[in-house]
């Protein structure tokens, strides 16, 4: 055991030591000392809390109308591409129409209403040459709209060209029966295709009026109930 007396034994409190420095530093009375401010957990809450959530709050109506916007972007880019095709495919489509329409209505000046030509040379007895060449250009004439319809396909062109070939070897072997072979061509393009022949820009309405000099249409039988 220590001695009582010795001097390492003594301990002074450290609140006895801290009065004693503050009253001897320098010489000098000690200055009056600041209370200090003591930060609180609640404090930390309020100061950075509060500003976060208002932040955030703040933000989210700003990143919705971003969203929106973007969507309406993408709405309009996504309907703009479908026009687009659509129409491509509407432009590609007709012209593809018109393309085989022009074919055949070549097909069937070349091929089909030219039979017709050769009656010019075959006057019936009877007949004036200028009124039967005149029957036969209407007849070309109106052989030409059948043709350029786009009702006949190059099968049945094909037929009707046939058709008119027969017509025209009858008229050469028998040119009398000139004006009934061409009044057969009239009421046969009449029954398939009448509507053709009408104009609701002509006066009369006709858009291929009949040669005064070929015989009239028969009537159609009526039909009995």
């Known amino acids: ?64 109308e971003i969203g929106q916007g973007h969507s309406g972007r993408k709405f309009v880019i996504v309907a703009a591409l479908v026009v687009l095709t659509t129409w491509g495919g509407l432009y590609l489509a007709f012209q593809n129409w018109r393309t085989k329409y022009r074919e055949r209505a070549a097909y069937g000046a070349l091929h089909v209403v030219s039979a017709i030509d050769p009656l010019k040379a075959v006057v019936p007895p009877g007949t ?7 029957a036969v250009d209407r007849t070309h004439a109106m052989l030409m709209t059948v043709v350029g319809s786009n009702l006949l396909d190059i099968d049945k062109m094909d037929k009707l060209g046939a058709e008119l070939d027969r017509s025209v070897k009858r008229v050469e072997a028998h040119p009398e029966s000139g004006r009934d072979e061409l009044a057969a061509i009239w009421n046969e393009m009449a029954d398939r295709a009448e509507f053709l022949f009408q104009d609701s820009r002509s006066p009369t309405l006709d858009r291929h009026p009949r040669p005064k000099i070929l015989p009239p249409r028969p009537a159609k039988p009526k039909l009995t109930p």
């Open 1 to 64: 055991m220590r001695e009582a007396g010795c001097v390492d034994d003594i301990v002074t409190p450290a609140y006895e030591l801290d009065a004693t420095m503050a009253t001897t530093r320098n010489g000098q009375p000690p200055a009056p000392q600041k209370p200090s401010r003591k930060l609180r957990f609640d404090d930390l809450g309020s100061s950075s809390g509060g500003n976060h959530s208002d932040s955030c709050q703040s933000e989210t109506p700003a990143m919705a």
């Open 128 to 134: 004036e040459p200028g009124e039967w060449r005149d």
